[in-house]
C-alpha cells in the first residue's frame, strides 16, 4: 500500500508543489522563503518520519500570512489525500516534546473531525523573520484541512525559539503515532462507525 500525495495549490497569492510520503524516513526539500517556517517544517518531516517535497512561492512582498496559510492547508490537504479511508491506521496519537527548559505536549484524533487547541504563547513577536502570531494560524489550517482533532499545549517555557520547536516537535511524533498502521486492526477502520470523516 502506497501512502503518498501530491498538491498543487495555485492562487493569487501562492504557488505551491508538494509531494509527501507517510512512510518515509523523514527526508525533506523545503522551500518557503521565510527561513524559520523552513526549519520548523523540517522538524515535522523529520519526527513523523514523513517525507516532505515542498516549494511554496508566496506573495512575501505583501506579508508572510498567504505563504504559511496555504502551506498548512496544501499539507492537510496531502495528509488526507495519502491516507485514504484510514484504513487500519493507529487514530490517535501523542507525544510530549521537551527542549531544554521547555515542554510542549500534543494529542491528536485523525477522525475526519477537524478542531484545534492552540494553547501556546511565544514571547517574541518575531523569529527570525516570521511573525509568531502565524504559529497558531498554521496549525488551525493543516488541522482544518487534514480533518483532524488537534490539541497543542505547551506546558512550560521562556526561549520562543524552543517553545515553537518544541511545539512543531510534539506534533510530528503525535502524527507519527497517528498514521502509523496497527497490524493488530489487520485493515480495519478504527471506528464503530465503520468510517472516519
Given at each position: 500500500m502506497t501512502r503518498t500525495a501530491e498538491i498543487v495549490r495555485t492562487t493569487k497569492e501562492t504557488d505551491i508543489r508538494l509531494a509527501i510520503d507517510l512512510d518515509g524516513?523523514?527526508?525533506?526539500?523545503?522551500?518557503?522563503?521565510?527561513?524559520?517556517?523552513?526549519?520548523?517544517?523540517?522538524?515535522?518531516?523529520?519526527?513523523?518520519?514523513?517525507?516532505?517535497?515542498?516549494?511554496?512561492?508566496?506573495?512575501?512582498?505583501?506579508?508572510?500570512?498567504?505563504?504559511?496559510?496555504?502551506?498548512?492547508?496544501?499539507?492537510?490537504?496531502?495528509?488526507k489525500a495519502a491516507l485514504?479511508?484510514?484504513?487500519?491506521?493507529r487514530r490517535y496519537g501523542q507525544a510530549y516534546a521537551p527542549m531544554d527548559e521547555t515542554l510542549t505536549r500534543c494529542a491528536l484524533d485523525i477522525s475526519g473531525r477537524p478542531y484545534t487547541v492552540y494553547k501556546v504563547s511565544v514571547p517574541q513577536q518575531r523569529l527570525g523573520e516570521m511573525d509568531t502570531e502565524l504559529f497558531p494560524h498554521v496549525f488551525e489550517s493543516f488541522a482544518l484541512a487534514a480533518g483532524i482533532t488537534l490539541h497543542v499545549e505547551n506546558l512550560y517555557g521562556e526561549n520562543s525559539h524552543h517553545i515553537i520547536e518544541s511545539t512543531f516537535k510534539a506534533v510530528a511524533r503525535?502524527?507519527?503515532?497517528?498514521?502509523?498502521?496497527?497490524?493488530?486492526?489487520?485493515?480495519?477502520?478504527?471506528?464503530?462507525?465503520?468510517?472516519l470523516g
Amino acid at each position: 500500500m502506497t501512502r503518498t500525495a501530491e498538491i498543487v495549490r495555485t492562487t493569487k497569492e501562492t504557488d505551491i508543489r508538494l509531494a509527501i510520503d507517510l512512510d518515509g524516513s523523514g527526508k525533506y526539500n523545503i522551500s518557503t522563503g521565510i527561513g524559520f517556517f523552513d526549519h520548523m517544517l523540517e522538524q515535522l518531516s523529520r519526527h513523523s518520519l514523513i517525507d516532505i517535497d515542498l516549494v511554496t512561492k508566496g506573495d512575501l512582498h505583501i506579508d508572510q500570512h498567504h505563504t504559511v496559510e496555504d502551506t498548512g492547508i496544501a499539507l492537510g490537504e496531502a495528509v488526507k489525500a495519502a491516507l485514504g479511508d484510514k484504513a487500519g491506521i493507529r487514530r490517535y496519537g501523542q507525544a510530549y516534546a521537551p527542549m531544554d527548559e521547555t515542554l510542549t505536549r500534543c494529542a491528536l484524533d485523525i477522525s475526519g473531525r477537524p478542531y484545534t487547541v492552540y494553547k501556546v504563547s511565544v514571547p517574541q513577536q518575531r523569529l527570525g523573520e516570521m511573525d509568531t502570531e502565524l504559529f497558531p494560524h498554521v496549525f488551525e489550517s493543516f488541522a482544518l484541512a487534514a480533518g483532524i482533532t488537534l490539541h497543542v499545549e505547551n506546558l512550560y517555557g521562556e526561549n520562543s525559539h524552543h517553545i515553537i520547536e518544541s511545539t512543531f516537535k510534539a506534533v510530528a511524533r503525535a502524527l507519527r503515532m497517528g498514521i502509523e498502521v496497527d497490524p493488530r486492526l489487520g485493515g480495519a477502520i478504527p471506528s464503530t462507525k465503520g468510517q472516519l470523516g
